[in-house]
């Protein structure tokens, strides 16, 4: 099966900390995009980072990183510098081969806190 | 990033009518589009993939017939709830993929409410 597992259901942190979000998945394929999005309260789907499984470098965006361990099938958001903005819903997903087809996780509810 | 726009953003219909959701990818081709619908906080579900010009491809559990998907050109899909019901009040969000199906850019959603 083909799942995305994110265990934090609500975190919060304080502005200009950092925090950082948890995300496995389970795939059987070997090649794949990992994706991490950002659903704010107007429910708009913004993609934050993204990163192919065959690269071995983490990929970053400005404030945000990815820890991304292949053999464990772990792929973590870290959030430096948090910022009011930064409060949403965060959904880790991740499309299999070359399905297309998006599968998320069930998604992180985070309040940045002044 | 690619804009892509739905319509309408909200609708509120009595049980029984049909609905109609528009989505339009603005400034690029759209080989591909996906449906989602989205329960109050929680996650995506994939209902369908669509390719121009070909039947929509349905995920398993939801009804072909009741969720009608047309896909008639680059730039335009639509989805259809046919004879819709409460239950099916839902937030429906589409997105749309060029050449490359790894990258998606969503539409801003659709809430239904059904009375």
């Known amino acids: 099966a083909q799942t995305v597992t994110q265990s934090q259901p609500e975190m919060s942190v304080q502005e200009a900390e950092t925090v950082t979000l948890s995300c496995t998945y389970d795939?059987?394929?070997?090649?794949?995009?990992l994706f991490w999005y950002k659903q704010p309260p107007s429910r708009q789907m913004i993609l934050v980072i993204r990163?192919?499984?065959?690269?071995?470098q983490n990929a970053t965006e400005n404030r945000f990183s990815v820890n991304f361990q292949k053999a464990a099938k772990s792929f973590s958001l870290k959030i430096s510098d948090s910022q009011l903005g930064d409060t949403a819903m965060y959904f880790c997903?991740?499309?299999?081969?070359?399905?297309?087809?998006?599968?998320f996780g069930q998604g992180t509810t985070l309040q940045v806190k002044p | 990033g690619a804009v892509v726009s739905q319509h309408p953003s909200w609708v509120i219909c009595k049980s029984g009518t049909s609905v109609k959701i528009e989505c339009r990818s603005l400034?690029?081709?759209?080989?591909?589009m996906f449906w989602y619908r989205q329960f109050p906080k929680q996650s995506l579900m994939l209902m369908a993939t669509?390719?121009?010009?070909?039947?929509?491809?349905?995920e398993q559990g939801v009804e072909k017939d009741k969720f009608l998907i047309n896909h008639a050109s680059l730039t335009l899909s639509t989805l259809t709830v046919t004879s819709a019901h409460p239950e099916d009040s839902s937030f429906y969000i589409c997105?749309?993929?060029?050449?490359?199906?790894?990258?998606?850019?969503f539409g801003p959603g659709t809430r239904l409410l059904v009375l």
């Open positions: 795939t059987s394929e070997n090649n794949y995009y």
């Open positions: 997903a991740f499309i299999p081969g070359n399905t297309g087809k998006l599968i």
């Open positions: 669509s390719n121009e010009g070909s039947k929509a491809t349905y």
């Open positions: 997105s749309a993929a060029g050449t490359t199906r790894e990258t998606q850019y």
């Open positions: 990163q192919e499984a065959y690269k071995q």
């Open positions: 400034d690029f081709q759209a080989t591909t």
